[in-house]
């Protein structure tokens, strides 16, 4: 069956580094990728789409990649803030089908 | 108002009570999913309704039952739930349905929080 992991649960990391989240499937072959950012008690926000034929994109701090033969997506955030401490969710879909969320990692940048 | 506006934030209901939770999308979307999220485990994915009709139903128990009058409103409706019902219930649109349609991105409201006793 369909299996979507994200690295860890929770990820801790100092202000100003790169945090680099893990989005790995297995037994799937999605056409698209999406993350999201949820913070607690809210409903989770589209931050980027990346297509299977792209191997990256790119929106202001966030770079996201995606390959298919390992069958993983990075999610990097470049000089992270406090303010990036949320979770992210990764998100798969095949042609016409509806996105499948993976668990989530909660990341947390210390100041 | 702008985006999806879910109501209400909080419910507590008994085993044996009838509630609704509602939905409204201002964004002129033509799909619109309900979404439960508990501790520790994934989004799930509960209806799907495109332009007014049901296109999916996950296995979902009878005692949840959806309701989609038109395109801009979606409702749960409650029933008989028992404790283990009680998470965070997600409404989202989108403007087409699947990764074919259009980048499927999601717009979420921010969630009711249900606790069954």
């Known amino acids: 069956s369909q299996k979507i992991e994200q690295n860890s649960e929770a990820l801790n990391i100092q202000e100003g580094k790169t945090a680099t989240l893990t989005c790995n499937y297995t037994?799937?072959?999605?056409?698209?990728l999406q993350w999201y950012r949820q913070d607690p008690g809210r409903g989770p926000v589209f931050l980027l789409l990346i297509r299977e034929n792209e191997k990256e994109k790119r929106k202001e701090r966030l770079k996201v990649t995606f390959d298919t033969t390992l069958k993983q997506s990075l999610f990097h955030i470049t000089a992270s803030q406090p303010a990036d401490s949320a979770t992210y969710l990764c998100?798969?879909?095949?042609?016409?089908?509806?996105?499948?969320f993976g668990p989530g990692t909660r990341l947390s940048v210390l100041p | 108002e702008t985006g999806v506006t879910q109501t209400p934030r909080h419910l507590v209901m008994g085993m044996t009570n009838k509630k609704s939770l509602k939905c409204e999308q201002h964004l002129g979307h033509n799909a619109m999913y309900w979404y439960k999220q508990s501790a520790k485990k994934p989004l799930e994915l509960m209806f799907v309704?495109?332009?007014?009709?049901?296109?999916e139903n996950n296995s979902v128990p009878s005692r949840f039952s959806p309701e989609c009058p038109n395109s801009s409103h979606l409702f749960l409706h409650l029933h008989t739930l028992q404790p283990e019902d009680s998470a965070l219930y997600l409404c989202a649109s989108s403007q087409g349905t699947g990764g074919l349609m259009h980048t499927g991105e999601l717009f979420f409201g921010e969630g009711s929080r249900l606790t069954v006793l």
């Open positions: 998100a798969l879909a095949n042609y016409g089908q509806n996105f499948v």
């Open positions: 037994n799937y072959s999605p056409a698209y």
């Open positions: 309704y495109s332009l007014e009709e049901r296109v």
